[in-house]
Structures are given as C-alpha cells and as structure tokens.
C-alpha cells in the first residue's frame, strides 16, 4: 500500500487559521486505498464502465466498455452535440461529490453528450501498483473510443476531460487513438496526479503531444498534483499549488480535507461550465504576475471556454468560495 513517505509533500503559506476539523468522510479515501475494488465490482478492463447523463445525476444509462457502441443506439445521444467524457481520479466512486459536481455542471450548461468514465473497478487499492498498470487500461479505453469514432460518432465535437490520475488515463486513450491516425482535438487535465509521474517513474504522464490541445488546470503542485507544464496551456489559479484560498492550512495527511486543493480543480472546472469569471493573464510567473508586470498580456479564459490557440502558462487569483471566478479582478 502506498505510505506517507511516497506521498510528495511541501511546506506552504497558511489561507486560514490552523486547525484540524474532522467529518464523516475524512478518512474515506484511506479507507479506499485499503480496498482492493469497490464494492459489487470486479477488477478486470471488462468491468469498465461508460455512464451517459442526460437529465439528472442520479440515473445515468450504464453502458459496458465492451458493447460501448450500444451508445450511439440511444434515443437520447445525440451526435450534433459536443460529446465530452470525464475520466475521475484515484479511489474515486461515480457517486462522489467531483462526479456529481461536474456532470451536474455539464447537464445545466446544456450542449453536450455527457459522459463518465467510471474505471473505480482499476482505481481502488495500491497507487504505485495502478499507476503501472494504467498505459494498459488506457490503451483499452482508447480501443472502445476509436470504436465509436469508426461508428460514426464525430471526431471534432471529442472531449477528454481527466481529474489527477484519470488525466492521464485520458491521456493514453488519445495516444491509443492517435496512433491509429485519429487525433483527439482537446484533453483536458485537470491537476494531474504528481506522484510517480514526474518524473515517470512509474508510468508516462500526459504531455502536450496528445491532443490537438491540451489545457491542464494546476491547483495543488508539488502535492498531490505536478508542479511541472505538462500541455500547452498550463493554467496556474493562485499560483496552482496548496492551500488554495479557502482551504485549511493543516490538516491530516491523506483525510479528505487534505485534498482540498487538489479538487479545487475540479470545482473551478464545473463554475466555469456555467459562467465566465475564471479569468487569466499569460506570464513567467506567479510572482511577476503579483506585481503586474505581465498586464500587456491579453485576458483570456481558464476552463471550458479556453481557446486552442492558447500557448504558455497563465495565472489569476481567486475568491475563497463559490463562485471563485473574481473576472477581471483576478488578473488586475
């Protein structure tokens, strides 16, 4: 199992006053490193399963990654539509608050085929062991996705959206794809898991080389997530590592309010599905941003609605608590 010592850690400046509060999910993901597979599933690729929303979080249409292409016989796909799929991270469950957060964001945005990828059946127990063995689950993911591309499901409207250890799993579909002359036009990776991937020790991780355009959104650098560009346009909120503004500035190594900024990732990517305030500059740095020596530099949009002719990494600040987006007061 993997220790604390394994965990990369750094010392940062506390955002609000040390204290150590406890909940009834703090030690869940402790709880889910110690399991081998959640609960009613098997694992194996095959148990691998394509959850399409359409209306509500609470029901989603389940689909095997092997018979993936009974997808497009739903009355309810519509290929007109972009088709975005969320790839979650380490011990995470389909029904957790970064699931649930995300596919809500995307239902009341409205535009998209929504889809999850829900690989928990892989992601419970050692990280260091599914770290290793992720290149071949995402080269089978990749082989159900390209199944769909030959199908008819159109390759321009594809978006692959990963939290941490999913941002590379997404990651190895789009190379699986590229590699057999389809090049995914967006990834997305939101914090992607840091430990054992830079530098890839235990497998590759996601590089700018794997879509048309790869965004990547850091909030916790050098921690749980990577402190290093990994795409073409690295987005830096804060300065992209712990503890982001509203997190606690101690907590218990591996609890869930450990995580806080890890998932601010994926909280800033569900508030900018549904407004525009999450703005950014480019820049050298966190540092010479704070005092303002890049504002020649043009505004431009942190999340979904970032443009694939972005290039660099950019930086804002942000509020403490929804809604995090401060506009342009955050690039002043």
């Not at 597979?37 to 399963?49: C, K, L, Q, Y």
């Not at 650098?221 to 590592?241: I, L, R």
Request: glycine share 8%; hydrophobic share 35%; proline share 6%.
């Amino acid at each position: 199992m993997i220790t604390l010592s394994e965990i990369t850690s750094i010392f940062c400046e506390a955002q609000r006053e040390p204290t150590l509060p406890l909940s009834n999910i703090s030690f869940r993901q402790v709880a889910r490193v110690l399991s081998d597979t959640p609960r009613g599933r098997i694992p194996v690729i095959e148990d691998i399963v394509i959850r399409h929303y359409t209306t509500n979080v609470t029901s989603p249409t389940s689909h095997r990654i092997g018979n993936i292409k009974s997808i497009l016989k739903d009355p309810k796909f519509d290929r007109n539509k972009s088709t975005v799929i969320y790839m979650h991270g380490y011990v995470e469950l389909f029904t957790d608050d970064s699931i649930v957060t995300v596919m809500s964001a995307y239902l009341r945005a409205g535009g998209y085929n929504v889809m999850l990828l829900d690989w928990s059946n892989l992601a419970f127990g050692n990280y260091i062991i599914i770290a290793k063995t992720l290149p071949t689950a995402g080269e089978h993911v990749g082989k159900a996705l390209l199944k769909l591309l030959k199908k008819g499901l159109p390759l321009k409207s594809l978006h692959l959206v990963g939290h941490s250890m999913g941002c590379h799993l997404a990651s190895y579909a789009a190379r699986y794809i590229g590699s057999r002359g389809f090049t995914v036009p967006r990834l997305t990776g939101l914090d992607p898991a840091y430990p054992f991937y830079y530098p890839p020790i235990a497998a590759p991780h996601m590089s700018a080389s794997d879509a048309a355009f790869v965004d990547v959104i850091h909030t916790d650098g050098g921690y749980f997530g990577t402190p290093s560009s990994t795409g073409h346009a690295d987005f830096w909120p804060n300065g992209g590592q712990s503890r982001q503004p509203g997190c606690i500035s101690a907590t218990i190594p591996l609890t869930s309010e450990d995580f806080c900024s890890h998932w601010r990732s994926w909280t800033f990517w569900a508030e900018s599905l549904l407004s525009d305030g999450l703005l950014a500059r480019r820049c050298v740095d966190y540092d010479t941003f704070l005092r303002g020596e890049c504002q020649e530099e043009s505004i431009v949009s942190m999340g979904v609605r970032a443009t694939s002719d972005l290039r660099g990494n950019y930086y804002l600040r942000t509020g403490a608590k929804s809604p995090y987006g401060l506009g342009v007061r955050g690039v002043s």
